[in-house]
């Protein structure tokens, strides 16, 4: 019994990782049809920001708010620069744009950083939970994880501007024409997506090995997890990210870890084919 409570607290913890990354993706084509390749950066940006302000002596929690804020920027530097001048483009054009730029930061940075594996080696040892021992690595991860989520949810259920993103996803036209600042709120959803992105790469750099491919590693899991849960729908990548992650740790424990992988995208296949909509359907931000 504690050996199963190990396997699914692991594989909770990576799901929420999945749901804070391709939350961000759904709330990016939730709001305004886009969908975001080079997200895959956020991360790998997130977790070089974290391990290297760790290793000049920064509490790894404190580097958190400085990766969120970083990559909250650099979304909206995205946002402005790359996604605005060809929105009303076709989907697929914005698409291969971003997936372009995705690959220049991540060239940038094997050319700058190199190809080196970098951890964050702070959080030792583990804790013993109703029998199971979870490290704390995987603790803190869900320590910082749900509330964010918790957070994301709150901010678009009942703040003005989540009720302005909701606005916005719903009919774009309609919201500016009632006086929203339609693309404020791009803006902004950018960023927020770019900041979970960042946050989650964090988080990752607590728990494996991370380099400059790891975005593009996660980006593909979490676009799946994004179609699976429904593509547009923020509260079905959460869903998705824990199926999926508990799925996986199932899988790798009693089958082969080297199948693990392939559980995403055999959810993937199944959805597409029982629900092609996915598991909770599309476009529901808030």
Not at 36 to 64: D, V
């Amino acid at each position: 019994m504690s050996d199963l409570i190990q396997i699914l607290l692991a594989g909770i913890t990576i799901g929420v990782v999945y749901a804070l990354v391709a939350g961000g993706l759904n709330l990016i084509f939730g709001v305004f049809d886009v969908l975001n390749a080079a997200h895959g950066e956020f991360i790998m940006l997130g977790a070089f920001t974290t391990y290297q302000l760790w290793s000049e002596g920064l509490h790894p929690l404190l580097t958190l708010p400085i990766s969120a804020v970083a990559m909250f920027l650099l979304g909206i530097v995205v946002q402005l620069v790359f996604v605005e001048p060809v929105l009303k483009s076709s989907t697929i054009i914005s698409f291969i744009l971003l997936f372009g730029l995705g690959a220049v930061i991540r060239s940038l940075t094997l050319l700058i950083a190199g190809a080196n594996d970098r951890v964050v080696f702070h959080y030792q040892g583990s804790v013993e939970i109703f029998g199971a021992f979870i490290s704390k690595g995987r603790l803190t991860v869900l320590a910082v994880a749900v509330p964010l989520l918790v957070a994301t949810h709150v901010y678009l259920k009942y703040s003005r501007l989540g009720v302005a993103t909701k606005a916005t996803a719903e009919h774009a036209d309609i919201a500016e024409a009632c006086g929203i600042n339609v693309r404020l709120v791009r803006l902004l959803t950018m960023g927020i997506a770019a900041a979970l992105a960042g946050v989650a790469g964090s988080l990752i750099a607590f728990l494996f090995p991370v380099n400059a491919q790891t975005g593009f590693t996660f980006i593909i899991i979490a676009f799946v997890v994004a179609v699976v849960g429904g593509l547009g729908n923020f509260y079905g990548s959460i869903l998705a990210g824990i199926l999926i992650g508990v799925a996986q740790a199932l899988v790798g424990f009693y089958i082969d870890s080297e199948l693990s992988l392939g559980v995403s995208y055999l959810a993937l296949v199944v959805v597409l084919l029982v629900r092609p909509t996915g598991l909770l359907g599309v476009k529901a931000v808030a």
